[in-house]
């Protein structure tokens, strides 16, 4: 199975600040990586697929980057409702798998 | 919209069955698409299960292949998770969801599992 390390485990930044979300895959993956947004009490939300292509109706401060086998989320200028957990997930091979997640805090 | 829900009991007690139906409202799960379980266990940790492709293929998570069964009733529009042999380390949020290309792109709300005595 792929193992995805997702680093570090929480994130704290002030409103307005770029954050940036970092996974790494265990093998090369080329770009089949996916990235979720997790609210407390709320099911994942697909953010970004395949690296760095947008998803309809999330906001334009979410992008994503890389190839192979380093990964990053980044969000352009964090607000209130974006502290969350956030989840990588890999579609190279099966079984599919995901990253442990970061949870963002907002200071 | 494609929404999907989750329903099943809450407690299932050991060595038991988990029964779990998703229903999927807004398109036909015969009609494209994989559809998926996944589970979040306390702690966080997210594991694939399994599909049911609309083709009516299945493929599982070979950490689960002996215990797991993946149908559907495609009147009902619905899909279901059957796990065998349950433990208390089965215990978590199960969720149904769509595949689209490798991605997941829309969710149930989820639904708890306890898996107690």
């Known amino acids: 199975d792929i193992l995805l390390t997702q680093s570090p485990a929480i994130l704290s930044v002030s409103p307005g600040e770029r954050v940036s979300f970092s996974c790494r895959a265990s093998q090369s993956i080329g770009t089949s990586i996916h990235w979720y947004q997790q609210r407390t009490n709320g099911s994942p939300r697909l953010l970004i697929k395949?690296?760095?292509e947008s998803i309809s109706g999330i906001p334009s401060r979410f992008s994503g980057s890389g190839s192979g086998t380093d990964f990053t989320l980044s969000i352009n200028s964090v607000e209130s409702e974006d502290i969350a957990d956030y989840y990588c997930q890999q579609s190279n091979s099966w079984p599919r798998t995901f990253g442990g997640g970061t949870k963002l805090e907002i200071k | 919209d494609v929404q999907l829900q989750e329903s099943g009991p809450d407690l299932v007690k050991p060595s038991q069955s988990l029964s779990l139906t998703c229903t999927v409202t807004g398109y036909s799960i015969t009609s494209g698409y994989s559809w998926h379980w996944i589970r979040q266990f306390p702690g966080n940790k997210l594991e694939w299960m399994g599909y049911i492709h609309y083709s009516g293929s299945t493929n599982y998570n070979p950490s689960l292949k002996s215990r797991i069964s993946i149908t559907r009733d495609t009147s009902k529009n619905q899909f279901f998770l059957q796990l065998n042999s349950v433990t208390t380390e089965d215990t978590a949020t199960y969720y149904c969801?769509?595949?689209?290309?490798?991605?997941?792109?829309?969710w149930g709300a989820g639904t708890t599992v306890t898996v107690s005595s």
């Open positions: 969801a769509s595949g689209n290309y490798g991605y997941f792109d829309v």
């Open positions: 395949y690296a760095s």
